[in-house]
């Protein structure tokens, strides 16, 4: 059986669906009602050869906040499920990744421990009508309902694009350096206490 989920949360504010292979070629099928997202977990899923299809309605005649928020916990929630008991698994990944004048760094430590430490700071608030203080939001709920630990760090740039961009793609690149199978561990859970 693959390292595969399905999702699907329905509240008052949103209506998602979402299915994640991890084991995947980076192919996606992604329709929401906030675009910039859909462009980024492209990014996510082409950069950590995941295979990923999310749909997604939400009450953005408010604003984007609830549907990006229950997107971070669809993923989350389905990133927990696929890797089912961890055997084998590397547990941590890193990747430093360039667009232009911008460099991102993206560690995390699939530890059963959720923690964020977010240090980005974009120059502009918006793109369009997107709220670039939303990627934190999302990042916050990834992370509670996988249960990892995740720092994402800028390290340089201007372009408020090109940091959302690099942001995206190095943590699709470290996701799936800490998913893979190592066969070195041989089925075995990555940690010295024998549990995640």
């Known amino acids: 059986m693959g ?3 399905e999702v699907y949360r329905k509240t008052k504010e949103t209506d998602i669906t979402l299915k994640l292979d991890l084991d995947g070629h980076g192919q996606s ?3 929401t009602p906030v675009p910039f997202m859909d462009h980024m977990l492209t990014l996510f899923a082409a950069h950590g050869f995941m295979d990923l299809q999310l749909t ?3 009450d953005t005649q408010i604003d984007d906040h609830h549907t990006v928020e229950d997107m971070g916990i669809c993923l989350g929630l389905a990133v927990r499920q696929a890797l ?3 055997l084998g698994i590397r547990r941590y990944g890193a990747a430093s990744v360039p667009m232009d004048e911008t460099l ?4 995390l430590d699939i530890s059963g421990r959720p923690f ?3 240090r980005v700071a974009f120059p502009d608030a918006f793109s369009g009508r997107f709220d670039f203080g939303l990627l934190e939001e999302f990042f916050r709920a990834v992370v509670l309902h996988a249960g990892i630990t995740l720092h ?3 390290l340089a740039g201007k372009n408020a694009h090109h940091i959302a961009e690099a942001v995206f793609k190095a943590f699709g690149q470290a996701m799936d350096r800490a998913t893979i199978i190592d066969p070195r561990r ?3 859970v990555p940690s010295t206490k024998g549990a995640i």
């Open 29 to 31: 099928r992604i329709a």
């Open 84 to 86: 089912q008991d961890k």
């Open 104 to 107: 991102v760094r993206v560690v």
């Open 152 to 154: 994402i760090d800028l």
């Open 56 to 58: 997604a309605d939400g």
């Open 186 to 188: 041989e089925g075995a």
């Open 3 to 5: 390292r595969t989920a």
């Open 116 to 118: 964020l430490a977010y």
